[in-house]
């Protein structure tokens, strides 16, 4: 009886840990999608979704600066995904030319 307490817990860590998933995959997702727009940064962006649906994303160098900021406010304005952390400090890929 003593550890009946423990069923209701390990419920919730059950459904914390299937929320971050699905918040995962729905941001990556969304990324996937807005970055297909852009035939340069899809192939050349580097980048990786947190568990809470955070990004963080590196594009190259030489990508023009009106493409990348269309990218990040697509990127910042999607619902699926909670926060943008994005640089333009990758090798240059020369697609951009």
């Known amino acids: 009886m003593k550890r ?11 459904w914390a840990t299937a929320a971050f998933a699905d918040a995962m995959s729905d941001a990556d997702a969304a990324v996937t999608d807005i970055l297909w727009n852009y035939e340069g940064a899809a192939e050349n962006a580097v980048y990786a979704v947190d568990a809470r649906g955070y990004l963080d994303i590196t594009f190259p160098r030489d990508v023009p600066d009106d493409v990348y900021i269309e ?21 240059a890929c020369g697609a951009w030319y």
């Open 4 to 14: 009946l307490w423990l069923i209701p817990v390990m419920l919730g860590l059950l």
């Open 71 to 91: 990218i990040i406010d697509a990127l910042r304005a999607h619902p699926d995904i909670k926060g943008v952390l994005a640089g333009k400090s990758g090798p």
